[in-house]
């Protein structure tokens, strides 16, 4: 008889993130799969019968029957589209689409549920939760007319950057200074994500929130705009004390976008802090690494139950 586990992890296998919460859940905790290279040895079945779905995963090691009392932590499986074999791309479809339907099926706990998350994505929603709940927030711009973009660079009197709504089909693009000596033509054509530019930073903080727990890094980097743009060793990681005010904003946001799990970036300044944007999905293996903060251990206790943030469940559409 294999072990019964009550939390399943959707994940890749190379995850570094996910090997980190697994590590903390216990050899018998959980039952692991990637739906987007689906091993043989992994059994999902589901049936549909009296009015009522029953589900069942069974890695190999441990077996999860999927229903109350259960958590998932879905965190960034194979993409099914990474696959060059149609055949493959096909199956990696198939998997995820049956393997997300079969756990929303059911009334569980999610860190966090990708629909959700995908929802939660949208930047101008972002901007609007936080600034509902007392972050400050630059002026934006969202346009593809060169001329609003323009006026826009002289209102914050050439202190402006763009940045990349998304970074899936494209290589790496980060935030980036533009001024108004720059040809700005390009913009035409595509809507271009445009902020006022806060300087004078005395750091850079990632600010990751589990539940009702708030873990902030400071982010030192001499000067470079995007600290994405630099290896991890190239800046200094310090733990640091989030401002009251801003840790209970920071978990209201969150869970106003509809999550258990999020990374908040900001940049701090003699002035206090300004909220740059949500990463729903955001990694957080490099922060723990280098600063030692529990998240992963955070993570697994809401899976586990363990703490009272697991009262927060992710059923359904995020609030905008």
């Known amino acids: ?47 549909f019968t009296a009015g009522a779905w029953t589900a069942v995963i069974d890695d190999g090691h441990r077996t999860a029957t999927v229903g109350p009392g259960c958590a998932v932590y879905w965190r960034k499986p194979t993409r099914p589209e990474t696959h060059t074999d149609p055949d493959q791309r096909w199956r990696a479809h198939e ?5 997300l339907g079969l756990l929303r099926a059911h009334p569980l706990l999610w860190v966090n549920d990708p629909t959700v998350v995908d929802a939660s994505e949208h930047k101008p929603a972002q ?28 209102e914050h009197h050439d202190r402006a950057v763009v940045k990349a709504l998304t970074q899936r089909h494209t290589t790496f693009v980060p935030t980036t200074r533009i001024r108004l000596t720059d040809d700005l033509s390009g913009i035409a054509g595509t809507v271009h994500y445009v902020q ?12 990751t929130v589990v539940g009702d727990r708030v873990f902030t890094a ?37 869970r106003d976008l509809g999550l258990v799990y999020a990374a908040l970036d900001f940049v701090v300044t003699a002035d206090g802090w300004t909220y740059l944007e949500t990463n729903c999905a ?29 009262r927060h469940t992710t059923r359904g559409r995020a609030r905008m």
């Open 1 to 47: 008889m294999r072990p019964h586990a009550r939390v399943i992890v959707v994940a890749a296998e190379d995850d570094f993130t996910a090997d980190l919460v697994a590590s903390r859940l216990g050899r018998d905790a959980f039952v692991r799969l990637d739906p987007g290279r689906l091993r043989e040895e992994v059994l999902v079945t589901g049936r």
């Open 95 to 99: 998997n995820t689409t049956a393997l």
């Open 127 to 154: 901007l609007a939760s936080a600034a509902r709940h007392g972050l400050r927030v630059p002026d934006t711009l969202f346009t593809c007319h060169p001329e609003a973009a323009r006026a826009f660079v002289a």
């Open 196 to 207: 006022a530019l806060v300087e004078d930073r005395l750091f850079d903080a990632r600010v």
């Open 218 to 254: 400071a982010i030192r980097t001499n000067g470079a705009l995007d600290w994405r743009t630099l290896p991890p060793a190239a800046c200094d990681h310090r733990p640091v004390e989030t401002p009251a005010h801003i840790a209970a904003a920071c978990v209201e946001h969150v």
């Open 282 to 310: 955001g990694e957080f293996g490099w922060i723990e690494a280098l600063t030692g903060v529990p998240i992963s251990a955070a993570i697994a206790h809401v899976l586990t139950g363990d703490t009272p943030d697991a």
